[in-house]
C-alpha cells in the first residue's frame, strides 16, 4: 500500500511543479466544470498542449471530467491536495505546536518554582 500512496503521491507532486498547470487548477478552483474551450481562453497555447496537461492533472487525480453529450466538463478534486497536506505538511505544524506546548508547560514550572 505504501508503494501506491508514493506514486500517487509523486504524480500529484509533478503536475503541480507545473505552472500551467497550477494556472489550470486555479482556473477550475475559480469557476468548476468548465469545458476544454473556457479552459483554453487567456492561454498562450494550443487546445492540444492544453488537452496534455489536463491529461497530467487528470492522471494525478487532480481533476476529474463528466461527459455532458458533446462536451467534456473538467471539475477540481482537491483530496490528492488534502491528502498531501496531511501526509506532508500537518505532521510538521504538530512537531512544531508540540514543541511550543513543551516550552508554555517549562516557561510555567519555572514561574511555579
Known sequence: ??????EA??????ALADPTRRALLDAL???????LSDL???MSMTRQAVTKHLAILEGANLVATIR???????????????EIGDRWISKFDRARL?????LKKALENEDDE
Open 29 to 35: 478552483f475559480a469557476a468548476n466544470g468548465q469545458t
Open 68 to 82: 455532458r453529450g458533446r462536451e467534456k466538463l473538467h471539475y477540481l478534486n482537491p483530496v490528492p491536495i488534502h
Open 9 to 14: 503521491d509523486t504524480n500529484v507532486f509533478r
Open 40 to 42: 483554453t481562453v487567456g
Open 1 to 6: 500500500m505504501a508503494h501506491a500512496e508514493d
Open 98 to 102: 508540540t514543541a511550543l506546548s513543551d
